[in-house]
């Protein structure tokens, strides 16, 4: 399966050995945690274990922290 992602105003095309692909894989393929980024499906946050499918629209953002702890 070939999914079109946008990652940091860029996109490009992941490919995968499989018919079912999760955010998680996603971040995986890109080499990210979910603990620093996160996948927006279809304008909507994706939780790990959900499916993606080659017509959502696919987006993944670097999580921001800041601030005094």
Do not use: C, W
Request: net charge negative; hydrophobic share 40%.
């Amino acid at each position: 399966m070939e999914l079109k992602v946008k990652y940091r105003g860029k996109e490009q095309v992941l490919k995968f050995d499989k018919d079912r692909v999760t955010a998680l894989d996603i971040l995986k393929a890109l080499g990210l945690s979910p603990e620093h980024a996160f996948v927006a499906k279809n304008g909507e946050l994706a939780q790990e274990d959900e499916p993606v499918t080659p017509e959502d629209e696919i987006k993944v953002v670097n999580a921001i922290s800041g601030g005094k702890v």
